[in-house]
Nanobody, 115 residues
Framework: QVQLVESGGGLVQAGGSLRLSCAASRSIYVIKTKGWYRQAPGKQREMVALITSKGSTIYESSVKGRFTISRDNAKNTVYLQMNNLNPEDTAVYYC?????????WGQGTQVTVSS
């Protein structure tokens, strides 16, 4: 079992920045894949950024160069630094972890970008 708790969402103007945090209930070092998804109103949930236990990363094309995923194994926390935000980034952001072939999700945190 893995519990995930997100924080750091909020309202920001276009061009601004936010950093999301995801605290895990167990060591993230052993969790093979973790990261962030988002779901905008009326749209399907989509992958934003993932990081593996070896440190490999993958990003959704529209966030490349603007978002950075990182992790702090000592704090069991995964971060998503979001820069140059635009209104299309408005969504509920969910922390995700895949551990022993099971998927785990946080409760989500709202990110709203005003134009």
């Amino acid at each position: 079992q893995v519990q995930l708790v997100e924080s750091g969402g909020g309202l920001v103007q276009a061009g601004g920045s936010l950093r999301l945090s995801c605290a895990a209930s167990r060591s993230i070092y052993v969790i093979k894949t973790k990261g962030w998804y988002r779901q905008a109103p009326g749209k399907q949930r989509e992958m934003v950024a993932l990081i593996t236990s070896k440190g490999s990363t993958i990003y959704e094309s529209s966030v490349k160069g603007r978002f950075t995923i990182s992790r702090d194994n000592a704090k069991n926390t995964v971060y998503l630094q979001m820069n140059n935000l635009n209104p299309e980034d408005t969504a509920v952001y969910y922390c995700y972890a895949r551990h022993y072939s099971l998927d785990y999700w946080g409760q989500g945190t709202q990110v709203t970008v005003s134009s």
